[in-house]
Nanobody, 122 residues
């Protein structure tokens, strides 16, 4: 499985960006897709996850209400719409895939993509 994330860039505080992640090598059926981020000097943290059906989501408190995760299983993609961005959202963002038959968004993920850098200026 290969995951490729793209869509990062430089944006002013209050602006929006949309990250996308394309999966290849298998279909996204029966998987949890997630986004993580790692800011300079900090540990990687969970940002958001979406269930196989797309109907169930989970967000870290700091982004809830501002970020929206979605997936398109037909296209093998998962997106992260980021609105009302803040300077503290600056980080490398990674998409990840978890092979799971149950809803366990905070558990270990099996596959990771490369990061895409998001920089939010104040």
């Amino acid at each position: 499985v290969q995951l490729q994330a793209f869509g990062g860039g430089l944006v002013q505080a209050g602006g929006s960006l949309r990250l996308s992640c394309a999966a290849s090598g298998r279909t996204l059926g029966r998987t949890i897709m997630g986004w993580f981020r790692q800011a300079p000097g900090k540990e990687r943290e969970f940002v958001a996850a979406v269930s196989w059906s797309g109907r169930t989501t989970d967000y870290v408190d700091s982004v809830r209400g501002r970020f929206t995760i979605s997936r398109d299983n037909a296209r093998n993609t998962v997106d992260l719409q980021m609105d009302s961005l803040k300077p503290e959202d600056t980080a490398n963002y990674y998409c990840a895939l978890q092979l799971s038959m149950t809803w366990t968004p905070r558990n270990v993920y099996n596959y990771w993509g490369q990061g895409t850098l998001v920089t939010v200026s104040s």
